[in-house]
């Protein structure tokens, strides 16, 4: 069962291990848009990570997906969100769900487009209050050691979408879509991942 306008305390994807430390995602609404904050639940502490960095209803390519619904649904698996929107002459969705490992959870994004985009990826600020530096291991993820947990962030290759960059700093991150040659309109998408070790 899904719902489009559930109750605002409901509006989380969390990913748990059996030792207490997972992440959870909240949903808020921010003018005619929901974005996100990713937090690091470690037993009793939850601290804020990573902000999604989200553009107004002025901006065709904004520089985050804008998503103006939400559906929460249940599955076996957890708690999904569905999310749609659109800016200009382009439409977005997004699933974001608990990956099969606890601990983690999975990004699927994409979007309808008629043109070139000026930029399409979904960017994050980072909401810790100390400064720390990411690493970025070999043919591996970018890492945040948070205490004594390592937070990672990774894209998803698909066959048949361009593998996404992924810049990273102690600022935050970003996912940049990249183009294939289809032409125009096309459907892109870019998928990634955030977990915990």
């Not at 939400?70 to 200009?88: D, N, P, Q, S, Y």
Request: charged fraction near 25%; glycine fraction near 8%; proline fraction near 9%.
């Amino acid at each position: 069962m899904s719902e489009s306008s559930p109750d605002p305390e409901a509006l989380f994807v969390e990913s748990m291990r059996d030792d207490g430390v997972g992440l959870f995602i909240n949903f808020v609404k921010q003018k005619d848009r929901f974005g996100h904050i990713i937090a690091l639940v470690d037993g009793d502490e939850c601290v804020p990570l990573f902000v999604s960095i989200e553009g107004d209803d002025e901006e065709p390519w904004p520089e985050s997906p804008p998503f103006q619904e939400i559906h929460m649904e249940e599955r076996k698996e957890g708690t999904v969100a569905l999310l749609v929107g659109m800016a200009g002459d382009s439409h977005w969705s997004a699933a974001v769900e608990p990956m099969d490992e606890p601990g983690g959870i999975h990004f699927s994004v994409a979007c309808r487009m008629k043109d070139y985009p000026m930029r399409i990826c979904s960017r994050y600020g980072c909401a810790l209050e100390e400064t720390i530096d990411p690493t970025l291991q070999r043919d591996g993820p970018w890492v945040w050691k948070i205490n004594e947990v390592e937070v990672c962030v990774d894209v998803i290759a698909q066959e048949q979408f361009p593998t996404p960059e992924v810049p990273a700093s102690a600022s935050g991150f970003e996912v940049n879509a990249s183009l294939d040659g289809e032409p125009f309109p096309k459907t892109i998408q870019w998928r990634y991942k955030i977990w915990v070790r």
